[in-house]
């Protein structure tokens, strides 16, 4: 009879054990899950935006004829967002575009007439819109994304996330570009 005692308290003792490692290892998988899904949101405006940027570059083209360097800065990111495959590349590329946009935006200071033209102001209008849009989603992101690299540096998650080779995810971040004024000169 006790024999029989042990035997159901140690299999009711391992059945503890593998529910609560298989609770540790589901709430891992969620919070790993939830990060693409927020960098998913991400990319649904960094698409918005790039598809805008075509139109905005002609607009100013235009206007500005003699700032081809602040224009092809707007392309290069752009082509360099295109061909990120990565959420690391996606960020760089990201932060490059920031950066160019900002000193195509400051061209208008330049150019009376451009700031007056209703297509840029309607372009400048809804870029400013999406990237209102994108800071909450950045945001959310980095919550997500620094929720799950918490729990993948606690114990005792920490055992199970080694064993899956989990790694943190990078947190958007803002650069040193974008910490700077944008500087307009009229020379």
Sequence with gaps: MGGLIFLGVFIFL???IVAYFVGVYNRLVSLKNQVPQAFANIDVLLKQRHDEIPKLV??????AKHERETLENVIKARNMYTNANTIDEKLEANNMITAALRQLFALSERYPELKANENFLNLQRRITDIENALADRREMYNFSATAFNTAIEQIPEVFIARMLNYKPFPLFEANEEDRQDVKISFN
């Design 14 to 16: 391992v059945f503890i």
């Design 58 to 63: 002609e607009t100013v083209k235009g206007y």
